[in-house]
Every structure is written in C-alpha cells, then in structure tokens.
C-alpha cells in the first residue's frame, strides 16, 4: 500500500508539473487588450511576447540584437529571447512577467535588400521611440512601477539609448547586457578585407547608418552614449550586470567564430582597434564566457549561441532575482 501511495503521489506531483509548465508557455503574440503600437520604420505593428495575468515580480522586457527577433520566424530561424524567457518561467515567473519586443519586425523585408541590417532602420536612434513606447505600455497594462530589462547585442544599446534619452533610470530596476555593441563593432571598416561592407552582407560600410552610431568607440553617437573617459558608464539605480564573450565573438574579435571567417581590428574611421573589451560597462558587474559557439546550433557562433547558453540564461536569472544590501530583497 506504501508503495502504491509513493506512486500515485509521483504521478500527481509530475501531473501538476506537466499542467503547470503547459500553462506557462511563453507566446508568440501580445495579449488582448495591448494596445497595437505601429513600428516606426516598418508602418505596421510591433511583433512580440507577453500575457494577461497576475504579476508578483518586476516584469522583464527582452530585447533582441540587430538581424533577430523576439521568436523564430519564417524570415529568421533564431529569435532565442523567446527560449530564454521560457527558462524564466519554468522557473517560477508568470508569463504575464515576461515580455519580448521585436523592433525590426520579422526580416522579411530582407530577402529584397540585404543593406537593411546596416541601414538608418537598424540604428538604435531609429528604434528607441519602439521601445519607448513599448515599455511605457507594458508599464500601464501590468499596473508595475518599474521593468527589468535583458538585451542581446544591438538590444543592449537601444535599451542604454532610451535610458539617456528620456532620463528614467529609476524606471530600470536591473539590466541584464549581454555582449552588447557599447565601445563599437569590427565589422564597419574601409578595410578590403573587411567583407560585411559587401551588399549580400549587409552594406556594412563607414558610411551606413548603423556604422556611424557603432563603427568606433569614437563616433559621436558612442560618446554621447558613454560619456566622458573614465566616466561610470552606469550612473544611477539601476543594477548592471553584463554577460560578454572573452574568447570569440564576430563583431568584436577577429578570429574565427564558428563558420564566421574574421575581419581586421580596424574601426570606421579606418584606425587599428581593439575591439574585445567592446561588451564591457565601467561600473558594473561582469561575467565573461568562453566556448559559447557550442550553444549557436546554426552557425556554431558566440556572439550568437552566448544567447541560448545554459551560463547565461542561469546568470541572468540569479541577478534579477537577488537580493539587496543585508540580505533584503529590493524586487518591489
């Protein structure tokens, strides 16, 4: 009889689990009620994530990189915030917590024009009025004070952008960048060698639009964005923690990352740079990765697979969900 209860009990307890993880899947759409906002550069509405519900944490915004979006689409076979919030609610947060933005739609206004992904509609300036009001919705539809916030890439400095923009640090309880564009990118130099400038790779020449916001550590808008040398780059409330590759990653590092053949260490204004340290922010924590390609199932990338990586997924998880000075917990 013991052992018939210790069975039955197993059972009802991975029923419960089973019934429990079902209703916490993260979507592919916005709830009823949402208000429909029209992306800025597209002139249609905004894709992303999110739900109806009861929320006890701070709600958390996902931000995609440049080229992504918030799930796979039939234009884009990544869209991995979507598997990370999905960790989040598996591990207790309600869907109705975890929100994902797609801000350049679902890249299948690519297939007609490669130099999109480097054009005025992939800069940060374009998209933080997306943001802006994407965050301000789910603001309103959750009744919560404050977001987190966790950006890949490109998401990182739109979400620095709308912050120095609009002055509402007090707004972002904690920031989760992961390998985030914030002192440039490599891929952005008059170098011949430097072959992203072609048009099948994105036009990603000093002159595109996304090359004059990233293409050196020293173009205006990343020394607005940054401020002065030496400055803390994380003035304010809001907790930093950033995630970054220290091994690989095809728009910092000129090596081999996965199937991506490297390019020079040479900045848009064609000048020798190191670009490693791209990722990292003066005053916040900082957790650095190797091998992360082995998480990019596609083209065996870090900057791609550190995304979809077990590290950083837990990472980020512990950072969101810690606690305060003397044990309390500052979630609220």
């Known amino acids: 009889m013991t052992s018939w209860i210790r069975q039955a009990a197993a059972l009802a307890a991975f029923v419960t689990a089973a019934a429990v993880q079902a209703a916490g899947t993260v979507g592919t759409s916005l709830p009823p009620g949402f208000p429909s906002i029209e992306d800025t550069s597209l002139a249609r509405p905004l894709i992303g994530f999110g739900a109806a ?17 918030p799930f796979a689409t039939a234009c884009n076979r990544y869209g991995r915030v979507q598997a990370m919030a999905q960790y989040f609610a598996d591990n207790g947060y309600d869907t109705s917590e975890l929100w994902g933005i797609g801000y350049q739609g679902d890249q299948c206004d690519l297939a007609g024009d490669q130099t ?42 739109l979400a620095r952008e709308w912050m120095r923009q609009d002055e509402v640090r007090d707004l972002v309880r904690r920031f989760v960048a992961i390998d985030g564009p914030n002192h440039g990118i490599i891929n952005c130099s008059p170098d011949p060698a430097n072959y992203y400038q072609a048009p099948a790779a994105g036009g990603f020449t000093p ?47 000129p090596v081999v990352d996965g199937v991506v053949a490297p390019v020079p260490a040479v900045d848009s204004f064609g000048q020798p740079t190191d670009f490693s340290r791209s990722a990292s922010l003066r005053g916040a924590r900082e957790i650095v990765l190797t091998g992360q390609g082995a998480y990019d199932p596609i083209l065996g990338s870090g900057h791609l697979g550190i995304l979809n990586s077990p590290q950083t997924w837990q990472a980020a998880f512990e950072f969101l969900n810690g606690r305060g000075k003397g044990g309390k917990d500052d979630d609220h």
């Open 207 to 253: 002159a595109s639009e996304v090359c004059q916001e990233l293409g050196s550590p020293n173009t205006p808008f990343l020394r607005l964005l940054n401020g002065r040398h030496g400055q803390n780059e994380t003035e304010g409330p809001t907790r930093v923690l950033v995630i970054r590759n220290g091994d690989a990653s095809f728009v910092y590092f």
């Open 116 to 157: 999109r992904r480097s054009s005025i509609a992939h800069t940060n300036a374009a998209n933080v009025p997306d943001l802006r009001r994407f965050i301000r919705a789910v603001l309103d539809f959750t009744g919560a004070k404050r977001v987190d916030i966790v950006g890949h890439s490109l998401g990182v400095t």
């Open 53 to 69: 519900g009861e929320v006890r944490r701070t709600p958390v915004v996902f931000i995609h990189g440049n080229n992504d979006t």
